[in-house]
């Protein structure tokens, strides 16, 4: 019983659920602020990304005429309880790891694959135009970064289970609890390979600039959510909130992991997801324009797959 | 790396966004506002209604005299009126707070109203505008000025002839 | 009750923005770009954020003296914005056809066609004109919210 409490809370109360909506939506709004402040702006209030939400569940939800309603209504509440899930199955370095019913690695990497399948399902199913467009961009793109960051984990996972006289483990837990015994991966020269595939892969997961090509703005009106209003689209806004925190921490987890327990390490897993977010996020989406589609695909097949296969070979020789 | 040392110059100067909604905005001293019409000084001449690309001033001759409208709505602020007139009776000020709501789109007018009045020499009725001043030498004196104001338009050019005759 | 009033008076401080150009010169919305993309501007600040899809809108800005050719278009799209909405007209064109009225080929005033609840007059007005028409905007959103 207390094992499924945990679980309960786990997945609704913190890490995942509201403390994750409300980390990823301040995370978020600061985003937009720095940004703002980076063009030489005030930007928006921190809170901004909360009155959007609000607003939004005070719209009116319209359907398109000859959209697939259930489909069409159905895929964000997919996408968010899949986040729901996923933010729950991070650990934080000594402060919380997840129960090991709820899955590994593996499972994580299917989970964090799933918004991009919901965005795909709303652009086909919202019989526009627009969205059509938006799928197949984000089909594209999915499939161009999906080979990378699974050769990424494999490499963290063989680097870890080697140590441990296995051949690889995809416990999120165990990782961490190498790196924190051994040093984290971030300065250790063999899972830089790795480290340059993985920051290449989080900008296309995230959908932020260089990346953001199947929902630009500017060209397809971003796609798939398109024809999405009110109280819907205000659920694809909590799930991509929540991806930014699955994705940010999972980055955290794999690679530069803290050292610390109980509430030093909850405020330093903090800052590193802020520092992260601003390095990584904002004055990335600021200081670039956006591929084309075709350029994305090349690019991903070219060099994160090239440094992501070099990560696993130097692995497998390092150790 | 031109736009790093853009994003540090941003950060360490801080914003350049005006203050507007909550502080006035700073306007230009030639901005080309709201028009704004002074009956005084007005001739009466028409002359702005004829330019007005937008046809935003009207003159109607009500029982009162000659009633003056520019329609804030329709005029696009060219400034014509401004340069035609021979007075500067209408001219643009700096004012551009002209958001309205629709209930007051049709009352959303500068209006002014030329009076009629009775001329002193002959005793018939005209309107209470500015003499046309321009040209004649060498110009008027204050007390002539007030004197010609007051005449109807046929007395006025009685009253400059004989003026010029009387030089 | 105070409670919805309270999330109410948060929500309106997310007012996203749709232009509708209704055969427009382009003056109009020159002027609605820079607000949003001018640092001296900032329109974000307050909230606001210019979407592409109509039905993301909660405030519409038409500009334009609404053309023949463009009627039908600029009503489908004006449909798809979904309620609670508010129509600010910017420009004097949308509001009483501008120097183009009377013309044979324009269906100003757009208030014929559509339910314009603030007019910004000027052509183009100025930046700080339109943001204090979305003000005033905002402030009748509140309303129907």
């Known amino acids: 019983m207390s094992m499924q409490l945990g679980i309960l809370i786990a997945v609704f109360l913190f890490p995942g659920g509201l403390f994750a909506l409300a980390l990823g939506l301040i995370l978020k709004g600061l985003d937009r602020r720095v940004a703002a402040r980076l063009q030489g702006r005030i930007g928006p209030p921190l809170r901004q990304p909360f009155y959007d939400l609000i607003k939004l569940a005070f719209k009116r939800t319209m359907v398109p005429t000859f959209a697939n309603q259930p489909v069409f209504l159905g895929a964000p509440l997919v996408g968010v309880v899949s986040m729901l899930l996923a933010v729950a199955l991070v650990p934080l370095s000594g402060v919380y790891d997840p129960n090991p019913i709820l899955g590994n690695l593996i499972v994580l990497l299917y989970i964090l694959m799933i918004p991009a399948v919901v965005l795909m399902i709303a652009g086909s199913s919202s019989a526009s135009p627009y969205g059509a467009i938006g799928f197949s961009r984000e089909m594209t793109l999915m499939l161009a970064y999906e080979a990378p960051i699974v050769l990424v984990v494999l490499a963290v996972a063989m680097r870890v289970g080697m140590a441990q006289g296995e051949v690889m483990t995809f416990s999120l837990t165990e990782i961490i609890a190498y790196q924190r015994a051994n040093g984290i991966f971030l300065l250790d020269p063999v899972m830089w390979p790795a480290l340059a595939a993985f920051a290449l892969f989080f900008p296309a997961n995230l959908g932020i600039i260089p990346f953001d090509i199947p929902e630009a703005e500017t060209e397809v009106l971003e796609g798939p959510l398109l024809e999405y209003t009110g109280p819907a689209l205000g659920l694809f806004k909590v799930m991509s909130a929540l991806k930014a925190v699955v994705v940010l921490s999972l980055g955290i987890a794999l690679f530069a992991p803290l050292n610390l327990g109980g509430v030093w390490g909850f405020l330093g897993w903090l800052l590193e997801l802020t520092l992260l977010m601003e390095f990584g996020v904002t004055a990335v989406r600021l200081s670039m324009g956006r591929m084309r589609i075709d350029q994305a695909f090349a690019f991903f097949l070219k060099w994160p797959l090239l440094l992501a296969t070099a990560s696993v070979v130097t692995v497998a020789l390092a150790t | 790396m031109n736009f790093l040392s853009l994003f540090a110059r941003n950060l360490i100067e801080g914003p350049y966004t005006d203050p507007f909604p909550f502080k006035p905005a700073p306007t230009a001293k030639r901005f080309r506002g709201k028009i704004a019409f002074d009956p005084v000084t007005c001739e009466a001449c028409r002359q702005c209604e004829r330019v007005c690309p937008a046809g935003a001033i009207r003159f109607t001759r009500t029982k009162d005299g000659l009633e003056f409208d520019c329609w804030h709505d329709s005029c696009v602020f060219c400034g014509n009126c401004e340069f035609h007139c021979p007075t500067g009776a209408i001219h643009q000020t700096v004012d551009w707070h002209l958001a309205h709501g629709q209930a007051d789109k049709f009352s959303a007018v500068e209006h002014g109203l030329i009076p009629f009045k009775v001329c002193p020499s002959c005793g018939g009725k005209a309107l209470d505008s500015a003499p046309a001043t321009a040209g004649i030498t060498p110009a008027l004196s204050a007390e002539e000025a007030g004197e010609l104001r007051a005449l109807c338009p046929k007395c006025r050019a009685k009253f400059i002839k004989a003026r010029r005759t009387r030089t | ?145």
């Not at chain 3, 109009?28 to 600040?45: K, N, S, W």
């Not at chain 3, 044979?104 to 004109?129: E, K, S, T």
Request: glycine content about 8%; hydrophobic content about 45%; overall charge neutral.
């Open chain 3, 1 to 145: 009750m105070t409670m919805i009033s309270k999330l109410k008076s948060m929500a309106v401080k997310s007012p996203w923005i749709y232009r509708i150009n209704a055969g427009s010169c382009n003056g109009c919305d020159v002027e609605m770009a820079t607000t949003a993309l001018i640092p001296r501007y900032d329109v974000e600040r307050l909230g606001c954020q210019y979407c592409g899809s109509p039905r993301h809108a909660d405030i519409v800005l038409i500009s334009g003296p609404l053309t023949r050719g463009v009627v039908d278009a600029a009503l489908k799209v004006f449909a798809e914005i979904p309620d609670p909405k508010v129509t600010v007209a910017v420009g004097v064109c949308p509001i009483s056809g501008g120097i183009f009225r009377e013309s044979y080929a324009i269906l100003a005033p757009i208030d014929q066609y559509f339910p314009v609840d603030v007019n910004v007059p000027g052509c183009p007005p100025r930046p700080q004109a339109i943001i204090e028409g979305i003000a005033q905007a905002v402030a009748i959103w509140r309303d129907r919210l």
